[in-house]
Structure formats: C-alpha cells, structure tokens
C-alpha cells in the first residue's frame, strides 16, 4: 500500500465557501472529492493538466446519459452532478454478474465509440452502478489521448472479479463483431490463449 502525500491547492473564494458545508467522499490518485449540501459533488485535483483535462472530456460528453452534469469549474476543480449508486466492482462481488448489467457495460463502450474516444476502457472501479442497472462513469482519463481499441481494463477487472467468461458469453450472443475482437485481445493481454 502506498503512502499518500499530503498537499496543498490554493481554491478561489467560491470553492472555500462550497467546502464548509461539504462531506468527504473519497480519494485517489489525482485528486480528492466531496459531496456538496446541493447533491452536487466538488473534485480538487492535485495539477491544474489533470482538471482541465478531466474538464474537456465531461464537455464533450455533456450530452451522454454515462457521464455526470458539469456546473463549473476552476483551475484546480469541477463541480459536477453526484453519481449515486454503487461501484460496478462492489456490486459484481456481491451480485455477481447479470445480464442487464453486462449490456449496459457494452453499451457504454459504443458510446465511447460514437463520442469519438480514441480509449473505448475504463476501470470497473470508475463506474458506478444505480438501482436501475444504468451506469456512470465517474473519473474519465485521456479519453482523447491515448489508444485503446477494445474494453482491456474492464475484462481484466471483470477477469479479477470471475465474471470475464460470463461477461464475454453475452457479448458473443448479443454483439458478436464485438466479442471476436475483444475475446482475441483479451485473451492475448491475459496471457491465457484463445478459447
């Protein structure tokens, strides 16, 4: 386990102001978030790159019904809409997988695509899961700037979880250009050979 460093962002008057009446979410490696009185959540990122770029990716995503609301934003933070639910990867430990989840997964990746990612990945950890089964995603990273042609974080996730098999037989009988793909490059990454 790794340490966390302390460290300190100077925020504007109106970041200050938001965080008095805030509660503590969560962290992780860019940043810290909280949950504002108003169901809105504030993320402080360490580097002012790491803000604008998460901010660029949720502007032009502000059409998607995958990826949260944004309101404003400075150069340290993005106030945005609170994505209730449950992280996919808690769930999936206590649910197991189901199917609805696992076309709402397949779903989200062609968004990606017709959002013009050049990244169609994300980590089980980055979506969270309503009651509904509909799914957002929480903490998009260089959509636009790096490559991915297939899901390669999501099924090694889904891989750790026990569900990869289980996840790649839906996608086979619902999406079958899919799952030749995907199923190839998987396989590969995972070291385990093609079934």
Known sequence: ???????????DEMAESMLRGADFLGCGHNGIVYLLEDN???KIFKSKYVCKNEYDILKKTSKSKYFPQVYFHGDYYIVRS????????YYIKKNGLNRKVAANMIRLIKEFKE???TKLDIRCKDLY????FSIKVIDPKNNYSKNCSYPRHL?????KL???DEFLGIVK????????EWNFKIRRYLGRGIK
Not at 129 to 132: A, E, I, P
Not at 173 to 180: N, T, V
């Open 155 to 159: 099924m090694k996730g889904l891989s």
């Open 82 to 89: 609170y994505a209730k639910g449950e992280r996919l990867d």
């Open 40 to 42: 809105k959540v504030i």
């Open 173 to 180: 009988k619902e999406y079958s250009e899919e799952y030749r």
């Open 162 to 164: 026990g569900v990869l």
């Open 1 to 11: 386990m790794s340490k966390r460093e302390g460290y300190y962002i100077e925020l």
């Open 115 to 117: 959002l013009g990612f």
């Open 129 to 132: 899961l309503s009651d509904d």
